[in-house]
């Protein structure tokens, strides 16, 4: 929770992230808030009021995640909606001619994930979705020790770059100053 609210604050991508790992935690524990206070909650040394924030915070992810019936995968919708705000932005920068880099690192990831779409056989996703699997995938494959082909390195990097401007620009966007009112 503390951990989520900072990263939320300082990199929107990071958040993301953690937010789905979070999800995952959540499953390894089978929803069970007291095995979840025993392997994560405990392990925080907090005082017993943030002890007991933290726990809620957990409830309450349990509880969305039920009635969202991601109780064994997918995403909750809080999640969801960080996609969908960074795709729009996405979109928007694509389109504005003041933004040159952007759209330059954009076509410079495309083919990772048009190869990405590919290679996976899951149900066709955007584009920014499809980067963020692909860093959660290659976090998982970190947590596993498993190989990691310099191809496939190579890709991470490029998702990562363009990851981080869009991430960037969002919080440019939080602050009005991508899109200050006087240039539109």
């Known amino acids: 929770m503390y951990i989520a609210s ?17 999800e995952d935690i959540i499953r390894a524990n089978g929803l069970d808030i007291e ?9 925080f040394q907090l005082d017993p009021a943030q002890k007991k924030e933290m726990t809620e915070w957990y409830e309450s992810l349990i509880d969305m995640m039920r009635r969202e019936n991601v109780e064994k995968s997918g995403h909750l919708q809080l999640n969801k909606n960080v996609i969908i705000q960074l795709t729009d932005l996405h979109l ?8 040159p880099e952007y759209t330059a690192e954009f076509y410079k990831t495309l083919p990772y994930i048009v190869e990405l779409r590919a290679k996976s056989g899951e149900k066709p996703t955007g584009e920014i979705e499809t980067c963020f699997n692909a860093l959660y995938g290659m ?12 191809e496939t390195r190579q890709a991470i990097t ?24 006087d240039q539109e």
């Open 6 to 22: 900072q990263k939320h604050k300082e990199n929107i991508a990071e958040y993301l992230l953690y937010m789905w790992q979070i």
């Open 35 to 43: 095995k979840i206070e025993k392997n994560v909650i405990d392990k």
């Open 92 to 99: 928007a920068l694509l389109k504005d001619p003041r933004f």
């Open 139 to 150: 976090l998982m494959l970190r947590l596993q020790s498993k190989e990691v082909t310099a």
């Open 158 to 181: 490029q998702i990562s770059r363009f990851l981080a401007l869009l991430s960037k620009d969002y919080h440019l966007d939080r602050e009005d100053k991508l899109f200050p009112p």
